[in-house]
């Protein structure tokens, strides 16, 4: 009898390796788990999940014998842990194998929004190049301020990148870190007032849902880009809009949305919003890497070896 289920929308490539390795039953969202026989639910030991809908308590009790849930992915907001550990399930993820696409991505939405691209390119494109000349000057993102909400994994990543940009490194994390030169801000809106930039990579979950709230969007200024490559709760939303609308700040590079992919219609009418969708980590080479260490966490979880990369 198959130990493993394998939840979510998966690539032909990650699905074809899963079912080499370990052979599972295959279903497509936590939706279906009911839909599966007693005798198959019983047989499940461990969960490989991949996506973004709720696996919560009632899907784990479908599954008696579940002793572990191996996430495709560094954040694992969707997967309820409090209702894991106390069941006695661990949890896994994906870190670090990700950093490098997400942060490339962060840095690209910066230069992007700021330097105007997607205008730019649509004037090249549309003749405008031709008819009327030269593009309109846009702004220097070299040496601003940059506000890295969130100096995790990604985060530093995303800060060292920008260093390079010669960009001057503030920061808001929990604790202060050691980077020498970089300025530590214990608030978020004391962050947001010294910076002109300010992007987001904190963790998801209900713990940090709107820190990034309307008096920190305000504290930005009219000069003020945000991007966020975090998790769209992370960022009172609602405000954002609002304050993109009217011209509060210069504009939102986004990868990053509530209600994915049926993503609120007022981004698309905003020209000082660059769009993404939710692409972070999605390059063959990482998503390979994501895949491979999942798949390590649910083999060594089955031949009783230490997880690789345990989360509770
Ligand atoms: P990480 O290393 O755990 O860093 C997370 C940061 O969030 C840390 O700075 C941490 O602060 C902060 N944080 C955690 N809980 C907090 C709380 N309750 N209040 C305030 N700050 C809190 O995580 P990571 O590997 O960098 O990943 C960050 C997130 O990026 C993931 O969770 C995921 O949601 C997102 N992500 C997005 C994509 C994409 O495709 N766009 C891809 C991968 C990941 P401390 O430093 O004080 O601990």
Known sequence: MTATLMIGPYSETDRDAMIEALDPV??????????????????????????????????????????????????????????ASARGIKVTNTPDVLNDDVADLAVALLLMTGREMEHASAWARSGEWQAKGEYPLNRKVSGGKAGIVGLGRIGREIADRLAAFKMDIHYFARSEKDTPGWTYHSDPVSLAEAVDYLVVALVGGKDTEKFVSNKVIEALGPRGIVVNISRGTTVDEAALLDALEAGKIAGAGLDVFLNEPNIDPRFYALDNVVIQPHQGSGTHETRAEMAALQRNNVLAFLQDQPLLTPVN
């Open 26 to 83: 295959v279903v497509s969202g936590p939706g279906d788990v009911a839909g599966l026989d007693d005798a198959t639910r019983a047989g499940i030991r461990a969960v490989a999940f991949k996506g973004h809908s709720a696996f919560g308590a009632d899907e784990m009790d479908l599954l008696p014998n579940l002793a572990l849930i191996a996430n495709y992915g560094v954040g694992y907001d969707a997967i309820d842990v409090t209702a």
